[in-house]
């Protein structure tokens, strides 16, 4: 089992965010915490938002997960592996 951080950064949030969404959805078992964060909130509500997962499972199942991501438009990955 491994351990790792997956950093996403949505450049164009609303068009992104659905597909983030399901890509997250269809990968959920792996993802042990997430926290999102975008600047602005009601009327200054920014494109841009950042969430950080920390996934554990199978690294096949965290590089699925990876292309699911970089597949949205607008949506840039890193991941960071925690050797357990």
């Known amino acids: 089992m491994d351990k790792a951080i997956i950093i996403i950064h949505m450049h164009r949030r609303r068009t992104a965010a659905a597909g983030v ?12 915490t997430r926290l999102g964060i975008h600047d602005g909130v009601l009327d200054k509500c920014s494109d841009e938002g950042l ?3 920390e996934v554990v499972g199978p690294s096949g199942e965290t590089r699925a997960l990876v292309k699911a991501l970089k597949a949205c438009p607008g949506v840039r990955t890193k991941t960071v592996a925690i050797p357990l």
Do not use: P, R, V
């Not at 969404?21 to 042990?32: F, N, V």
């Open 51 to 53: 969430i950080l997962l």
């Open 21 to 32: 969404q399901k890509a997250l959805t269809d990968h959920g078992c792996i993802i042990k």
